[in-house]
């Protein structure tokens, strides 16, 4: 079954360490997207990418990185976690055939302690 | 700034009340419109989306959004919403002056009563 994926869903981590997000898409989506939501907030675009070695961007600067080296896999690295990186990070991809919807991953809750 | 409003932050109803939220943007020429679902601990699902045609679309879960392009609103509407209706709603627009990028509103949050 097509679908979105984001590992690990909730993930503690102390100061100073670095963590990368996975996230996944099967269902052959060339645009993805890195968004930031704090609790009862909106979502705020902090990545995407249009396909391949292609990523930009979003309008919520964010210290996090993102690589696409395949069309499935778009992991997001924080490369030295702080208290105020806590937060939900959420994966979604979208065709770039057409006008489409977004699909969302799960999320992952992240605390930096 | 180019942006999405929502109107409420919270609405609490109780069932078998109508709802209607509001959503109003921003943007200038061609958009296209969505409204999402976000359930408790669940991911965001697409509850209808608005591309052309006719502006009185009809989503899943009975409900219904209508876009007025004078007014630059695309709100939501339920006739009689449901205690499993209870959720974090977002309404979202692409633009083709923004590249297509999804930008939403800042949500708001259902609780239905039983």
């Known amino acids: 079954e097509a679908d979105i994926y984001q590992t690990p869903r909730y993930l503690v981590i102390g100061t100073g360490k670095k963590i990368t997000l996975e996230c996944s898409q099967t269902m052959g989506h060339d645009k993805m997207y890195w968004y930031q939501q704090d609790p009862g907030m909106e979502l705020h675009l902090i990545h995407y990418s249009y396909g391949v070695n292609s990523t930009e961007k979003g309008d919520l600067s964010s210290e996090s990185t993102v690589s696409r080296i395949r069309t499935e896999h778009f992991p997001l690295t924080l490369e030295s976690a702080r208290p105020s990186h806590t937060s939900q990070y959420l994966c979604?991809?979208?065709?770039?055939?057409?006008?489409?919807?977004?699909?969302f991953g799960q999320g992952t809750r992240l605390t930096v302690v | 700034a180019q942006s999405v409003s929502q109107h409420n932050h919270h609405v609490i109803l109780s069932e078998a009340a109508s709802l209607e939220l509001g959503c109003n943007y921003s943007y200038g020429g061609t958009v296209n419109l969505f409204w999402y679902v976000q359930y408790p601990g669940q991911h965001l699902q697409l509850l209808l989306k608005y591309f052309s045609g006719d502006p009185l679309v009809k989503g899943i879960k009975g409900f219904e959004a209508e876009f007025i392009k004078s007014k630059f609103s695309f709100n939501l509407r339920k006739p009689s919403v449901q205690w499993s209706d209870t959720a974090e709603y977002f309404c979202a627009v692409t633009a083709d002056n923004y590249g297509q990028n999804f930008v939403f509103g800042p949500g708001t949050r259902l609780s239905v009563l039983p």
């Open positions: 979604a991809s979208t065709s770039t055939q057409g006008v489409t919807e977004a699909f």
